[in-house]
């Protein structure tokens, strides 16, 4: 069976957060609206996707607050994965490996590792902006881009 990843880029933070710790930098209302079109994106990707599914999430708040729709869609349980946090791409692959098997991942997090991890999966240059995600079949190497959303 097939092992499906994908990987998503919290969206938009507010901006004049600064004074604020970047684990509570929150999402602004333009990443708020993003959100709500990656719902409506992974709602028909959703369909494509192996189960079991599992989400993790940064515990940084544009993280979470990323997270929580999706996890709704998904009548799932986010998990907190502090890892995800400034994870490096080691990080990345070595969760990657824990979690290798059948059923689909889904990560929210931080670039660089996100676009770091999804460039070595591919092995080309990927880049993942704001609220951007990429949904990989990772049982071939290379992986396969099964699809995209872009904002």
């Known amino acids: 069976m097939d092992m499906h990843l994908i990987l998503i880029r919290h969206a938009d933070t507010k901006l004049g957060q600064a004074a604020r710790p970047d684990l509570q930098r929150q999402l602004s209302?333009?990443?708020?609206?993003q959100v709500e079109r990656?719902?409506?994106?992974?709602s028909?990707?959703?369909q494509d996707m192996p189960r079991p599914w599992r989400l993790l999430a940064s515990p940084a708040q544009r993280a979470l607050q990323t997270a929580a729709p999706l996890a709704e869609l998904l009548a799932l349980d986010t998990v907190l994965a502090e890892l995800l946090?400034?994870?490096s791409l080691g990080d990345l692959q070595a969760l990657l490996a824990e979690?290798?098997?059948?059923?689909?991942?889904?990560?929210?997090?931080h670039n660089p590792?996100?676009?770091g991890l999804a460039s070595e999966l591919l092995r080309r240059p990927y880049s993942l902006a704001p609220a951007n995600a990429?949904?990989?079949n990772v049982?071939?190497?290379p992986a396969q881009k099964l699809a995209e959303f872009r904002i």
């Open 44 to 46: 028909r990707r959703g």
């Open 38 to 42: 990656l719902v409506a994106w992974l």
């Open 139 to 141: 049982s071939q190497n």
């Open 134 to 136: 990429v949904h990989l």
């Open 113 to 115: 590792a996100l676009s």
């Open 99 to 109: 979690n290798k098997g059948s059923g689909s991942l889904i990560l929210v997090a």
């Open 85 to 87: 946090y400034e994870a």
């Open 29 to 33: 209302r333009s990443g708020v609206a």
